[in-house]
């Protein structure tokens, strides 16, 4: 499923705990929604939960004053603590099932499939959208697999019926392709973590994936 240019999905930022602290990570989010970021979902592995919950809530503040969408990744009780979006899940985390039941019918539940099949029984569990990838070789995800490339977005987003989401290696200057492809946005990390500037690396994001 193709998506437009209104969604909440379309210009997507995945927290890097290689940020530091918290608080460095609060600050780059900060920047990032100012460029123009227009989702954000906390990633935090090796944090503690106290940790977590606190930045959790600080984002969560953040996203509400910019009008952005805030998931929480796996950890469906920080998400039902700190009044987030939604959860984003993975093949190993709480069932999409589950998360729905917990988190009702208004919430955005995203999903990282392994397979064409389990993208089909996760979207008919409750999923929202699915971030599909890497497309294309990266370094924030040790365990992300070999790239899908352009043409592996295509053939889930013509394969599904929700909005689907690239991620893995994507950066201003390859995301227009990854949208090309059908994507109903894009989902970034290191691109905006690392930057110099992540605001005007959000901006140039933004130009491209209007």
């Not at 984002?59 to 469906?76: I, K, P, S």
Request: hydrophobic letters at 45%; glycine letters at 12%; one cysteine or more.
């Amino acid at each position: 499923m193709t998506g437009t240019h209104a969604s909440p999905l379309r210009r997507h930022l995945i927290t890097d705990s290689r940020a530091g602290t918290p608080e460095r990570m609060e600050a780059i989010v900060a920047a990032a929604l100012c460029g123009g970021m227009t989702a954000v979902q906390l990633r935090a592995r090796g944090w503690s939960d106290r940790t977590l919950f606190d930045a959790a809530q600080r984002l969560r503040r953040l996203t509400r004053q910019h009008g952005a969408l805030f998931l929480v990744n796996d950890r469906v009780d920080v998400a039902l603590a700190c009044g987030a979006d939604g959860v984003h899940l993975g093949v190993e985390d709480l069932p999409v099932e589950t998360a729905r039941r917990l988190l009702g019918p208004s919430a955005t539940i995203g999903y990282s499939p392994d397979s064409l099949e389990d993208a089909v029984l996760a979207i008919a569990a409750g999923a929202s959208y699915l971030g599909v990838g890497p497309v294309f070789p990266t370094s924030s995800k040790g365990d992300a697999g070999a790239p899908i490339g352009t043409e592996g977005i295509s053939l889930m987003v013509d394969s599904v019926s929700v909005p689907v989401i690239g991620v893995g290696g994507i950066d201003p200057d390859n995301a227009g392709a990854v949208v090309g492809a059908g994507a109903c946005g894009v989902a970034i990390v290191s691109a905006i973590f690392l930057a110099d500037d992540p605001e005007q690396q959000a901006r140039r994001l933004a130009a491209v994936v209007p």
